[in-house]
């Protein structure tokens, strides 16, 4: 069981013309050991495009020899062999590190907080808003994963690799149309019967089509990330306004990749209450995971927007129909929408953090417009785009 050779090298193909590879352009190509075989794809196309990647590759069992053995104290000193292959490099392309996503659950909390000091400078790289890295994130696939979702491989696979599968320009068709909705809208109002219900500020910010390529325009105005799979609109709203709840029913924990269950998050003025949020399970990770990010985001950027509002998606990858406690394919489910919390100046917006969590509703949402000239429009009722 798995994904075939010429299966592989398709997915490869498409996340190099993704991140719309050049002749001269250097890629650092990463991933875990399960993905080798893919990574090493992923460089034979960069070189096809005139490219010259380099692979960084490491494996579950280095992971947790690493958090078992090596004190919090040198895991936070900063890489600056990588800081400064990173400067060098002109686009990062990381593929899922682990096979098994439950060994981070293992992970003191000290030491997963020193390891995410130590990538704050290549963060600042990558994410610079003026001569930041265009980059790549993709899922992929394995047994144990699977497993840690409680489904079938077949299921995750047929997921993953069939929500990258969907043509770019399927993907910029569906954002376009939907885009059409939010033209002129100054606030969003969502809701459903699951108890997701909140409004938030978006005049004046851009409107981004997750369509699963970066174009030369994109880099320009500062979209330089993506995603696969692709298939979500999103927006920066104002951080420091809007409120509401909203009911998230399954996301994975931001530090140590616990899942939590049936989330309720409610926000004010922009700033997530932490204090007024529920979960039916490991909502202590929850907790955990912000103040650890909140207390590095204090000695580090001014003003401090940890909890602000970050961005407001609407998932619409048509080949992606369930959640199953994998962020990067539930935010891409279509009839959902997720507000995240933490940072969004990369896509629009003035915050920056250590922090970027989606929290994903359940599917059939509605979502009206109110726009400049005040007049109120639904365009979506439960899940449908009107």
């Known amino acids: 069981m798995g994904i075939t050779e010429k ?3 398709e997915c490869a193909k ?3 013309k993704t991140c719309n590879v050049k002749k001269g352009d250097g890629v650092v190509v990463k991933g875990g050991a399960h993905t080798q075989m893919l990574l090493e794809e992923i460089a034979l196309e960069c070189y096809r495009k005139g490219a010259t990647p380099t692979i960084i590759c490491s494996s579950d069992r280095y992971a947790k020899k690493i958090y078992k053995e090596i004190p919090a104290k040198t895991l936070e000193t900063v890489p600056k062999q990588y800081v400064g292959m ?9 593929v899922e590190e682990f096979d098994d996503p439950k060994i981070a659950e293992t992970f003191p909390i000290d030491k997963l907080t020193a390891r995410q000091k130590a990538s704050l400078p290549i963060y600042d790289i990558i994410f610079h808003p003026t001569d930041g890295k265009k980059w790549l994130y993709a899922g992929w696939p394995t047994e144990a994963s699977a497993k840690s979702f409680g489904i079938p491989y077949k299921e995750l696979e047929n997921i993953i690799i069939g929500g990258i599968g969907v ?21 969003v109002h969502v ?16 409107l981004n089509i997750d369509d699963g390529f970066t174009s030369d325009e994109d880099y320009r105005v500062g979209d330089r990330g993506a995603n696969l799979p692709a298939g979500e609109l999103f927006i920066a709203p104002h951080e420091t306004q809007g409120e509401g ?4 029913p399954i996301t994975r924990d931001r530090m140590t990749d616990k899942l939590v269950t049936n989330v309720r998050l409610a926000f004010k003025d922009g700033k997530l209450l932490l204090n007024k949020t529920t979960a039916d399970k490991n909502l202590d990770a929850l907790i955990s995971s912000f103040k650890e990010c909140q207390a590095v985001d ?24 369930k959640a199953v406690g994998y962020i990067l394919t539930d935010e891409k489910v279509a009839g959902t929408v997720h507000v995240a919390f933490g940072s969004n100046n990369s896509y629009g917006g003035t915050s920056e953090s250590t922090m970027h969590w989606d929290f994903v509703s359940a599917p059939g949402v509605n979502i009206e417009v109110q726009r400049l000239d005040g007049k109120v429009t639904q365009v979506m ?6």
Request: charged share 30%; no cysteine; hydrophobic share 40%.
């Open 86 to 94: 990173i400067q060098a490099a002109d686009i990062l392309i990381s």
């Open 14 to 16: 498409n996340m190099v």
């Open 191 to 206: 809701w459903d019967k699951k108890g997701t219900d909140f409004r938030v500020k978006v005049d004046g910010r851009r």
């Open 245 to 248: 709840t909203i009911f998230s």
């Open 381 to 386: 009722t439960k899940g449908k785009l009107l």
């Open 167 to 187: 043509p770019g320009q399927e993907l910029m068709k569906i954002g376009m149309k939907m885009a059409k909705g939010f033209k002129n809208a100054e606030w």
């Open 7 to 9: 299966r592989m090298i």
């Open 298 to 321: 204090k000695k580090k950027y001014k003003p401090v927007r940890t909890m602000n509002v970050g961005e407001l998606g609407i998932g619409y990858n048509p080949k992606i129909k």
